[in-house]
């Protein structure tokens, strides 16, 4: 790779990390009415890291701090968050469009913005010639967006002839999008059109059977379409190391810290979007909300795996069943949900007094765990809370634009979380992570 590729996409990656350390300052606003979130919740967003001393310093993600950073592993994490963050878009895009709901458009620009943040990583490494022919070339990345549109027409009007021509695009897609990427890669085209192919048959199956009613099969569907793209980010940032020795240690690709980053961004990142989509759901009494709140709780058990797997049994279950830990939070958001749907304030204030005790009690738990400061562990938590009832209570008010700004801060705060977990844990654990 050229010295001014190697440069630009250092500088893409230390802007992604301040834009993102931007989204951590604010409050999540957006409340009904205008009750902001509870004022000392809010403090203690400002207050969290700095009132032992002990956050002074950090990294904003607490990755480079806790020495799990590296050119190669930023490099697969910035993919993976990106490609993921994508299926998940594209797939509750289509759901939208199906039913012809109001947020549509919305949800369409959000993940426009996301193919821009996509087609900029790719400019960053292989120039701005690329960077155009990814997203806007014939039968590429935005094209094969509008395909899935076209598809999802076709399927709401039953008109057959628009679902075949738009299949005929999407097989016209995988050949030229394999194509480019692997003459940029040099990848083998064939495993690249295999992945790019299984991507297609995921968000396709998906529509399907989400239209056909089959909401568990669709939901699985999305969650294995989600997973997959980072099996696809993993391949494309290992090819891209390999073109770079000099820049880029390969092997810190896939060592097992950058795995650690992975798994927990990819799972802490799949809740945050699962929820807020969940809400929505929930509040305008659509039939898949106990499809999606079921996908929801399979990717909470897959989280309290992942802490078992390091803190042992016990942790993992006070994790995810204790009094006012993991699953309680996702009680509390419904609670809240239901409450905005009846317009009962009082129900809204109980669910939100709730919260305040999750996120003592979490944070309390994580940071004995993980023997992280409180104050900061707290600071993120309570973000996080921000976030998603800012997002829902936007969504009430029929501010689509407010809701899914706040839903892709949320889904790339939870990989900030991810890797300050993740570092910590290797932290604790240097024997058992390569670094």
Known sequence: MKQGRWLALVAMLLVSALALTGCMSGDGGGDEGGEAAPAATTMETHEGMTDDGS?????????????????????????????????????????????????????????????????????????????????????????HIG??????????????????????????????????????????????????????????????????????EAYGLL???????????????????????????????????????VTLGRLLGEHAMLAMVATQKGLMGEKDFKPIAAALDRNSVELA??????YGAKARKEFLDGKLKWRAHIGFFVDYTVGLAKKDKAMQQKAVGNLKGYIESFSSFLATATELPQPAVRQSITEHVNQLKGQIDAYAQGDYARAYELAREAYAHMYMTGDTLAGAIVKQSPDKFSS
């Open 223 to 261: 969650r294995e379409g989600y997973a997959h793209m980072f099996m696809t980010g993993d391949t494309l940032a290992d090819g891209i190391a390999n073109q770079s020795p000099e820049k880029f240690d390969s092997s810190e690709v896939t060592d097992s810290a950058a795995d650690l980053r």
């Open 147 to 216: 395909f899935f549109v076209d598809y999802t027409v076709g399927l709401a009007k039953k008109d057959k002839a628009m679902q075949q021509k738009a299949v005929g695009n999407l097989k016209g897609y995988i050949e030229s999008f394999s194509s480019f990427l692997a003459t940029a890669t040099e990848l083998p085209q064939p495993a690249l059109r295999g992945a790019i192919n299984e991507h297609v048959g995921h968000l396709k199956g998906q529509i399907d059977s989400y239209s056909q009613g089959d909401y568990p």
């Open 305 to 310: 795996d992942a802490i078992g797997s390091v």
């Open 55 to 143: 956050g002074e310093g950090e990294a904003s993600d607490g990755s480079a701090a806790n020495g799990i950073s590296s050119p190669a592993s930023d490099l697969r994490i910035t993919l993976d968050r990106l490609l993921g963050e994508h299926a998940l878009l594209a797939a509750f895009a289509t759901q939208k469009g199906l039913m012809g709901e109001k947020d549509f458009k919305a949800i369409g620009a959000s993940l426009d913005a996301n193919s821009v943040e996509l087609a900029d990583a790719i400019g960053s490494v292989y120039g701005p010639e690329a960077r155009k022919e990814f997203l806007d070339g014939k039968l590429k990345w935005r094209p």
